[in-house]
């Protein structure tokens, strides 16, 4: 996840609702991180492992020209 401002940090987690469990993904400053424990946090641009949306086009892209060029 791309975060920018005062939200510097990627955020994971789950949070249950109605007895049902749900993934947390998102934005946080550094204060946010700090007070919460059951939320695991990380300094940086896409440090949670997500992906850029250009990587996963360029993927797909590079992926069809070959799969073309073979048939």
């Not at 007070?35 to 086009?57: D, I, K, M, R």
Request: hydrophobic share 35%.
């Amino acid at each position: 996840m791309d975060c920018s401002g005062s939200q510097d940090r990627c955020i994971e987690g789950t949070a249950t609702f109605n007895g049902q469990t749900f993934p947390i993904n998102g934005c946080a400053n550094k204060a946010a991180c700090e007070s919460v424990a059951s939320f695991w946090c990380c300094e940086g641009n896409l440090c949670n492992g997500a992906q850029c949306v250009t990587q996963s086009v360029l993927f797909l892209c590079c992926s069809l020209l070959s799969y073309f060029l073979m048939h």
